[in-house]
């Protein structure tokens, strides 16, 4: 079962518009953690963001902030103020106390233009 | 800090060629993986280790893939013989502490073609 769905494959922005990217995930531990990984077209997957279950705080770091829910299973990103250097293909992931193993979701295609 | 290095950066074998590719972890860093990604997915774990000794490989196709990681550093992943359907990204990560959720940090990767 997929553990980790992001329903936007591709999302296509101008330059300063904002855009935010849907996670959502499902488990039945308690204790689980997520992530928000960036790969660029260089291949390499950047580490964004780890946040744990018990630690719903919204969080903001320069432009990106993300939205923690754990009544509705989400885990969204947002970018303010996009710029093209953002575009990249962005990867939801979640590790569950049971084996700590990364489960990736599909990941969302993020293009900004010019 | 040097992050993880992977080399090559890139291969093109025909089909039933062996291939393999290299990985050498973070300094210091216990656990490493490697992963496979197809063209428009995320990644998918093959192998974990923990220093030298492997601790889930239940995904790796052990017919035509093997991993080892020698001395608890860097780590080797062959593929022979190699089929269409191995064309994909392999990444190699590495983490701290073993039986944690820390971060792993991710190499460059290596972009396998196979034709």
């Known amino acids: 079962a997929q553990k980790v769905t992001q329903a936007q494959t591709e999302i296509s922005v101008v330059e300063k518009e904002d855009v935010t990217l849907d996670c959502v995930y499902e488990t039945r531990d308690t204790t689980y953690y997520l992530f928000w990984y960036k790969q660029p077209p260089s291949g390499e997957l950047v580490f964004l963001i780890r946040?744990?279950?018990?630690?719903?705080q919204n969080e903001i770091s320069g432009r990106y902030s993300w939205n923690f829910q754990k009544s509705t299973s989400s885990f969204n990103f947002t970018i303010t103020a996009s710029q093209v250097v953002d575009s990249a293909v962005y990867f939801c992931a979640l590790s569950e106390a049971a084996d700590y193993k990364l489960s990736f979701g599909a990941g969302t295609t993020v293009t900004v233009r010019a | 800090e040097a992050g993880v290095a992977q080399s090559p950066r890139y291969k093109i074998i025909e089909k039933r060629q062996s291939v393999a590719f290299w990985c050498n972890p973070i300094s210091g860093h216990a656990t490493l993986y490697w992963y496979q990604q197809i063209l428009g997915q995320g990644p998918k774990l093959l192998i974990q280790?923990?220093?030298?000794?492997?601790?889930?490989d239940s995904q790796l196709p052990k017919d035509r893939f093997s991993a080892e990681r020698l001395k608890g550093v860097d780590s080797t992943l062959k593929i022979q013989p190699a089929k269409l359907e191995d064309s994909a990204v392999y990444l190699c990560a590495s983490s701290p502490h073993p039986g944690t959720s820390e971060t792993q940090y991710f190499g460059p990767g290596t972009r396998l073609l196979v034709l």
């Open positions: 280790f923990q220093n030298n000794g492997v601790v889930d």
């Open positions: 946040r744990n279950s018990f630690d719903e």
